[in-house]
T-cell receptor, first 114, second 117 residues
Framework: AQSVTQLDSQVPVFEEAPVELRCNYS??????LFWYVQYPNQGLQLLLK??????LVKGINGFEAEFNKSQTSFHLRKPSVHISDTAEYFC????????????FGAGTRLFVKA | GAVVSQHPSWVICKSGTSVKIECRSL??????MFWYRQFPKQSLMLMAT?????????EQGVEKDKFLINHASLTLSTLTVTSAHPEDSSFYIC?????????????FGEGSRLTVL
């Protein structure tokens, strides 16, 4: 079974400051890793994904994430946030075989202040 | 590409009535679609997995007679909330997996907010 833990439920940060949203996962099988963003009253949009290869993954809107196998982490970072980055962020894992059922973390609310 | 459209975005209904929500993949074929329910400030709760041409697989605790799911084609899945009650009020989101996509990436609809009076 897989599980995803997002360590922070809320992250307030000032505009133009860097931010890191933390995600740890556990799985007995190999997984793909994802970060999705959800704006109010909308569905989820893919920010980035890790499938294999380079552990540093770059996504949309200036976000990047680093896969750390030994620490089973996939933290999301952005060097300088904007007000428009205020949203809910979800880390997710999906098995690489056998149905691709996706497990989501509880979400982290990023609140960017002026 | 990879657009999923969900309709309606908002629906208000009276208690006891049924509501149908549609989820369409507009530019790809989706062999598998997923239906989620999301409560305020919470994560997505998977309700069921819908496979084209077969019965949906429901998660534990989800009433299959209450939440009817039909996946009649490779581009359309529907969720019908039968005899809706106020406790069914929620944000319902569908997602689809592309027939040719083998990475587990999900493409999400915009969500449907159901309010039962």
């Amino acid at each position: 079974a897989q599980s995803v833990t997002q360590l922070d439920s809320q992250v307030p940060v000032f505009e133009e400051a860097p931010v890191e949203l933390r995600c740890n996962y556990s799985s007995s099988v190999s997984v793909y890793l994802f970060w999705y963003v959800q704006y109010p009253n909308q569905g989820l949009q893919l920010l980035l994904k890790y499938l294999s290869g380079s552990t540093l993954v770059k996504g949309i809107n200036g976000f990047e994430a680093e896969f750390n196998k030994s620490q089973t982490s996939f933290h999301l970072r952005k060097p300088s946030v904007h007000i428009s980055d205020t949203a809910e962020y979800f880390c997710a894992v999906s098995r690489t075989t056998g149905g691709f059922k996706t497990i989501f973390g509880a979400g982290t609310r990023l609140f960017v202040k002026a | 590409g990879a657009v999923v459209s969900q309709h309606p975005s908002w629906v208000i209904c009276k208690s006891g009535t049924s509501v149908k929500i549609e989820c369409r993949s507009l530019d790809f074929q989706a062999t598998t679609m997923f239906w989620y329910r999301q409560f305020p400030k919470q994560s997505l709760m998977l309700m069921a997995t819908s496979n084209e041409g077969s019965k949906a697989t429901y998660e534990q605790g989800v009433e299959k007679d209450k939440f009817l799911i039909n996946h009649a084609s490779l581009t359309l899945s529907t969720l019908t909330v039968t005899s809706a009650h106020p406790e069914d009020s929620s944000f319902y989101i569908c997602s689809a997996r592309s027939r040719i996509e083998n990475t587990g990436e999900l493409f999400f609809g915009e969500g449907s907010r159901l309010t039962v009076l």
